[in-house]
């Protein structure tokens, strides 16, 4: 698991990137810092999702739209201990953004450093930087949005 030491002032968003098996959690402020990301079982998700509202002023959710979204969706709706507004982005190539941007957040080590990043394999799921690329392509929406 992976905390800041010190919590937010100001609105965070939750990304989430659901799965059948297991689910990528972060938090993120509007400034793009992050604050926590982990990957988590699938059926751990909602309840994680709780204690991670009572530990940071999280004002949305943003999730990735393919396949298992209208579900969670839909259990998000029942289940969390209150409603959240969730907004679905488009999650179209993003796991293989989080591929390259795992090797950014941790460089590679002795021989994989040789490997060509392209013949990489992340040493573990990498959902959880998939719900970070999930926010910043909210927050870039917003942005440009803004800017037009």
Same mark, same amino acid.
């Given at each position: ?73 839909? =259990? ?10 969730? &907004? $679905?982005?488009? !999650? +179209? %190539? ?25 013949? =990489? ?10 719900? &970070? $690329?999930?926010? !910043? +392509? %909210? ?10």
């Amino acid at each position: 698991m992976t905390f800041r030491e010190f919590s937010p002032t100001q609105p965070v968003i939750l990304g989430f990137d659901p799965g059948r098996d297991k689910c990528g959690l972060a938090v993120m402020g509007l400034d793009r810092q992050l604050y926590y990301h982990q990957v988590v079982p699938a059926k751990e998700a909602i309840a994680t999702i709780d204690t991670l509202r009572q530990k940071f002023p999280i004002s949305l959710m943003v999730m990735g739209d393919q396949t298992t979204a209208k579900q969670w969706k839909q =259990r998000m709706s029942q289940e969390l201990a209150e409603p959240l507004n969730i &907004i $679905l982005v488009d !999650e +179209r %190539y993003t796991t293989l953004e989080a591929r390259d941007r795992y090797w950014q957040m941790y460089p590679p080590k002795g021989l994989t450093k040789l490997l060509p990043q392209s013949m =990489r394999q992340p040493p573990r799921p990498i959902d959880d930087i998939v719900a &970070i $690329l999930l926010i !910043e +392509r %909210y927050l870039n929406r917003l942005t440009e949005s803004v800017k037009s």
